[in-house]
């Protein structure tokens, strides 16, 4: 039960798509929509609070006026921050929510915003300290046997912590912030689990947020230009490259940007190019 489904080997992110950056309006999500289909991308990823709880809705706009498009595509969404913002006046405190009845309530929102009967990965955006994994389990299977959501994973979770979740229920994606910026999942364990017990692992901010230290800049572009790409490019075929399968979830706002992120399928490094990146994030030598 809980099979992955099949998702894009790379993810388009929708975080910056509403309010909180780009603001959207209903065209420019069914632009950004159908250039990715069209370039293969079919993964999209969401969180019940993108745009202060309005991202899932702009989305879903677009799946209102073209239902045809639902089929051609696979939501992930998210479940479990409660951010403080004007959309929920009760919040007071941000605060993490994994009990049964907030997870149930959350996904029956996020399929009425994103006007759809199924999400295809639901994940527990961050681990919350009074979790109980029984509650948690509880929660996936009622809605996996609505039909409700195909799938379930976690995000920002330790090994141990998705070891206990685990034990209830199984777990298909890990989504974590991996990068030429972030390097800690290659070596506290995350990683390697993913491999083991065949987690798909998800890279959010795969480009840092769009920034690079000028050493790392300096570096992915010296591989872009023997590569005919950009610096951008590198940095994600570099995590494409790990064993564990990663898949970026790239966050661009801009049409020209998701084009350009396709190249990042036929750029293949080397070891040596692999660790000289790797270098230039640590500024130091491994041992
Ligand atoms: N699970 C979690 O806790 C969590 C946390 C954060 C994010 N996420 C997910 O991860 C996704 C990506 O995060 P992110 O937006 O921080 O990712 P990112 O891809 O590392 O950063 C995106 C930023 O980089 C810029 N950028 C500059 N050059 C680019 C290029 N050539 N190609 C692509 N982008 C370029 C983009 O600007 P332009 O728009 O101008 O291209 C945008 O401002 C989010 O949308 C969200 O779905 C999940």
Redesign the pocket.
């Known amino acids: 039960m809980y099979s992955t489904p099949w998702m894009s080997d790379i993810?388009?992110?929708?975080?910056?798509?509403g309010v909180w950056?780009?603001n959207y309006n209903t065209s420019n999500y069914q632009r950004m929509i159908e250039k990715s289909l069209e370039l293969g991308f079919t993964t999209?990823?969401?969180?019940d609070i993108?745009g202060d709880y309005t991202t899932e809705s702009g989305f879903g706009e677009v799946l209102k006026i073209q239902p045809s498009l639902r089929e051609q595509l696979e939501i992930?969404t998210?479940c479990g921050i409660l951010r403080v913002c004007d959309q929920k006046p009760s919040h007071y405190i941000k605060s993490y929510d994994s009990s049964k009845e907030h997870i149930l309530r959350s996904a029956e929102n996020s399929l009425m915003n994103l006007n759809t009967d199924y999400i295809d990965v639901l994940?527990i955006?961050?681990p919350d300290f009074l979790m109980n994994p029984d509650e948690v389990g509880e929660a996936f299977e009622l809605l996996y046997r609505s039909g409700k959501v195909r799938s379930f994973g976690v995000?920002?979770f330790t090994s141990s912590q998705i070891e206990l979740l685990s034990s209830a229920v199984p777990i298909g994606v890990h989504?974590?912030?991996i990068?030429v910026n972030a390097l800690k999942a290659f070596s506290d364990g995350t990683l390697d689990q993913c491999i083991k017990e065949g987690i798909v692992p998800?890279?959010?901010?795969?480009?840092?947020?769009?920034?690079f230290t000028l050493s790392l800049n300096k570096e992915l572009t010296k591989w872009s230009e023997i590569f005919s790409t950009?610096?951008?490019?590198i940095a994600?075929a570099w995590l494409m490259q790990h064993p564990a399968g990663i898949l970026?979830?790239?966050?661009?706002?801009?049409e020209?940007?998701?084009v350009?992120?396709k190249d990042a399928l036929r750029i293949q490094l080397d070891r040596q190019q692999w660790y000289s990146i790797y270098q230039a994030s640590t500024g130091s030598r491994i041992p």
């Open positions: 993810v388009v992110g929708t975080m910056r798509w950056d780009a999209f990823d969401h969180a993108y992930v998210k994940l955006h961050r995000s920002n989504q974590l912030e990068s998800m890279a959010w901010s795969p480009l840092g947020g769009g920034d950009t610096p951008q490019v994600l970026p979830i790239i966050g661009t706002t801009k020209k940007n998701l350009k992120a």
